[in-house]
């Protein structure tokens, strides 16, 4: 028995090092990091051409543009993060531009409702954040119980919702945008973490705005606006529960594989509800935030913003398939396609070609994840 | 002879006018691998699925370790350590071993009270290797996915899950199937463990040369009925064959 024992656990340990040649590795290295490395090389690219361009009179890397990017892609990004989590599980929420929408719009209403009827600016904001979070909560769950329970594809039962949550979106904002917001939100969406005052009398500032007018308002840099520290928070939770948590552990599972996940004893239905309830609210933050910016709430804001959000997703690595990605994919995904439109209106470049580009990273990154599952060997049919 | 840890009771379950499992009385006994034998549509999928709760009885009953038990779902035998491993293994193949051995039942470091739960790989790791070691697997890397590992390798991951999650009774379905011959061996290796730390496994196979390799004792069925129950030891492929194709009928002639 010993002797048998011995050539078990020799056996054991001979077969799964095997067939690691140098060559693989590099490439798996490579495909792990190709998403960082192409946004390093897109921003290298902009800085040299917009520098190059324009005579050296503009430059793509100053603090402003870096502040801009980051405000732009806070929706795409709070829609993809959401949408990471289901799609990881194996599904997909087609509804989350138009609850972002509707979020916009309830917001809004809950907003200047509250405020006229004598509530302080904060608990006007607190009220707008509720109903926004909420309303879209309440989508999710209709998506997630309809999934689960009575087993429609998720596709089906997240586009039909998505067309129903438009439809009433236009109706609770009348098919005009809701204004009349009080004006101290705007503070709320726009004032940052930190300033920087270029030239004299210049430096950070932390919170508090200087009071500036004219031309110096010019040289003043708001840095971390409040939109993006909201969202970089969200991000690190997110990041957070992906990773080291059960819900975590148990989405991957779920998008590996299902019946396994049951069988063990996981409530996949409950966890499914939860993912679609996440993903709605993950939009919600997106159409609160859009209503602190503008001041206004939209019940157009967010409709063209599900594919991008896929786009970023997938640029990211998270597989349709499911039980693969994570949320920093999702970040640099989101970034490459920011910076991507950004550079190219910067370059002066027709917009029409900023979908052009965007869809050919959308196949690109797609064709590096199958050929790194091709090198490992797993199949997608088996 | 001692207490059986399994023993089925003229258990009968139909399907509408079919009749899947006739009258089937059967024990299992600490310590011993029996086989469980039949062609398809014997009614040996449908006998194990009353056991593991994924179908209920019609008549009859299930006693395990003394008492009469009645699962509503798979879950609930789990719970009360018998193991079914199926086909397809029931992992996950995009996550690692460690993983895939705590998965649904994972454990966490409590912080602020339990208000914050974090996984605790590094438990999970260890406790994992221990429980491979304890079967003597052994594999270079814990952490790597499960799809980069062969058949039996995942056929050694199901079975330590099931070994660390104290399985009472073990339950194979077609364990070598799909498997080259080395690894075909060190399952059914695995299996002779199993057997020497105490626990029942019931195999469920058409393999014959299996049969004869592992099993103390094998039940054959045909047609929804147990036509025989034999030591191995004191039959032969040739009349394994003919109870299979119902050629031989013990139960006709009693």
């Known amino acids: ?382 | 002879m001692a207490e059986p840890i399994l023993s089925v009771r003229n258990l009968t379950k139909r399907f509408g006018g079919l009749t899947a499992v006739n009258d089937v009385s059967w024990d299992v006994h600490a310590g011993e691998v029996v086989a469980l034998l039949g062609d398809n549509g014997a009614g040996k999928s449908t006998l194990i699925k009353c056991i593991s709760g994924v179908h209920q009885a019609d008549e009859g009953e299930v006693i395990f370790r003394g008492r009469r038990v009645r699962f509503a779902r798979p879950v609930d035998a789990l719970a009360n350590g018998i193991e079914t491993i199926y086909q397809d293994l029931a992992l996950a193949q995009n996550l690692d071993v460690p993983s895939n051995i705590f998965l649904g039942r994972e454990l966490k470091r409590r912080y602020l009270g339990g208000l914050i739960r974090m996984l605790d790989e590094k438990r999970m790791t260890r406790e994992s290797q221990s429980a491979l070691d304890s079967l003597d697997i052994h594999f270079p890397n814990l952490l790597q996915p499960i799809e980069s590992l062969s058949g039996g390798q995942r056929q050694a991951v199901a079975i330590a899950r099931a070994v660390y999650w104290d399985a009472r009774l073990m339950i194979m379905d077609e364990p070598t199937n799909n498997l080259g011959v080395p690894e075909q061996h060190k399952v059914l290796e695995l299996i002779r463990r199993l057997r020497d730390q105490g626990v029942p496994v019931i195999l469920i196979t058409h393999t014959l040369p299996d049969v004869f390799a592992v099993a103390d004792r094998l039940m054959v069925m045909h047609r929804g009925r147990k036509v025989t129950e034999k030591k191995t030891a004191d039959t032969s492929t040739e009349e394994l064959v003919q109870y299979m194709v119902g050629a031989r009928d013990d139960s006709v002639a009693a």
Do not use: C
Not at chain 1, 194 to 199: C, Q, R
Not at chain 1, 354 to 377: C, E, H, N, T, W
């Open chain 1, 1 to 382: 028995m010993a002797d048998s024992d011995t050539r078990l656990a020799e056996r054991y340990g001979g077969d799964a090092s095997a067939a690691k040649t140098p060559g693989r590795h590099f490439i798996l290295t490579l495909s792990r990091l190709w998403a960082w490395a192409f946004l390093a090389l897109l921003i290298a690219f902009f800085v040299v051409s917009i520098s190059l361009t324009t005579g050296g009179s503009v430059s793509f890397l100053t603090l402003r543009n870096s502040q801009n990017i980051l405000v732009a892609i806070t929706p795409v990004l709070l829609l993809g993060l959401g949408q990471t989590f289901v799609i990881i599980a194996a599904g997909i929420d087609l509804s989350v531009g138009w609850v972002m929408s509707l979020a916009s719009v309830l917001s809004a209403l809950a907003i200047r409702g509250t405020f006229n009827a004598g509530a302080p600016l904060f608990v006007a904001a607190i009220a707008g954040f509720l109903a926004a979070v909420g309303g879209a909560a309440v989508v999710g769950l209709f998506n997630g119980v309809i999934i689960a329970k009575l087993k429609v594809p998720a596709f089906i039962v997240t586009l039909g919702s998505g067309f129903i949550v438009r439809g009433v979106s236009l109706l609770l904002s009348e098919n005009t945008t809701v204004i009349g917001l009080p004006p101290g939100i705007r503070d709320y969406g726009n004032n940052a973490l930190l300033y920087y005052l270029h030239g004299e009398g210049g430096g950070f500032f932390f919170v508090d705005r200087p009071q500036l007018a004219g031309e110096a308002l010019r040289r003043l840099d708001p840095i971390l606006p409040w939109p993006v520290v909201i969202t970089a928070i969200v991000v690190a939770i997110a990041v957070f529960v992906l990773r080291k948590t059960q819900f975590g552990r148990h989405t991957y599972a779920i998008g590996g594989n299902m019946e396994a996940a049951r069988r063990t004893g996981i409530n996949v239905d409950r966890h499914i509800i939860m993912l679609y309830i996440l993903s709605a609210g993950t939009a919600g933050i997106a159409g609160f935030l859009s209503t602190l910016r503008f001041t206004a709430g939209s019940a157009v804001i967010g409709d063209a913003l599900l594919l991008q959000s896929i786009a970023a997703v997938i640029i990211g690595g998270v597989s349709l398939f499911g039980g693969a990605g994570n949320v920093i994919g999702t970040v640099i995904g989101a970034l490459i396609i920011a910076v991507l439109t950004t550079g190219l209106v910067m370059l002066n470049v027709e917009a029409f070609w900023q979908f052009i580009v965007v869809g050919s990273v959308v196949i690109i990154a797609v064709l590096i994840d199958q050929s790194r599952d091709l090198i490992i060997g797993r199949g997608r049919s088996g």
